[in-house]
């Protein structure tokens, strides 16, 4: 069965580092990988699109690469910030093209 | 421009009490969903809608029901409420198969 594999751990980090977060499916062909973040009592917001033949996508301090070999996305924020603190989610189509399916989430707390 | 409202924002429910969760974008857009959030759990997609007057089953349909009978609006129905169904329900809308927007929520506590 299709499997998106996110750390639920949390992820601490000191502000200014680069916050690195995974994303691992199995038993997906995605065409398009996305990227959410969601803040507590709220509803996740988009953040950042990549497809299949993209292997790097980046916006302002945000990258996103897509490993379709290793069916692995890695998701950066350089230059981290308090108010980066929040959980992240990825989400891959399913194979039918017509969904998306979420990963858990990985929430990240960066201090000060 | 509101985006994606959901209406209540917070419920209790006996088991067994019926209710309705609506769902209205004003951006017209051609699909919407409703996901449930559990902790641990992620999204987990309900039921979905790819245009006015039709919907389709999600990951998660059993005990719930759906219509689509304008396009800004996607409205969830519980018919007979189970603890089980306590979760925080999301809906969003889209274009495509792109980017989605959601709504704020829905707090429901089923005793």
């Known amino acids: 069965s299709q499997k998106i594999e996110q750390n639920s751990e949390a992820l601490n980090i000191q502000e200014g580092k680069t916050a690195t977060l995974t994303c691992n499916y199995t038993?997906?062909?995605?065409?398009?990988l996305q990227w959410y973040r969601q803040d507590p009592g709220r509803g996740p917001v988009f953040l950042l699109l990549i497809r299949e033949n993209e292997k790097e996508k980046r916006k302002e301090r945000l990258k996103v690469t897509f490993d379709t070999t290793l069916k692995q996305s890695l998701f950066h924020i350089t230059a981290s910030q308090p108010a980066d603190s929040a959980t992240y989610l990825c989400a891959l189509e399913n194979n039918a093209g017509n969904m998306l399916t979420f990963g858990g989430g990985t929430r990240l707390m960066v201090k000060p | 421009n509101a985006g994606v409202t959901q209406t209540p924002k917070f419920r209790v429910l006996k088991t067994g009490q019926s209710m309705t969760l609506l769902c209205a974008q004003d951006m017209n857009h051609e699909y919407m969903y409703w996901y449930r959030q559990d902790p641990g759990m992620g999204l987990r997609l309900i039921h979905y809608s790819v245009g006015e007057g039709t919907t389709a089953k999600g990951e998660v349909p059993d005990g719930y029901n759906v219509s689509r009978l304008k396009k800004q609006n996607f409205l969830l129905g519980l018919e007979s409420a189970a603890p089980s169904q306590t979760s925080v329900y999301f809906c969003?809308?889209?274009?495509?198969?792109?980017?989605?927007?959601f709504g704020p929520g829905t707090r429901l506590t089923v005793l």
């Open positions: 969003a809308s889209t274009h495509g198969i792109y980017e989605q927007f």
């Open positions: 038993n997906y062909s995605p065409a398009y």
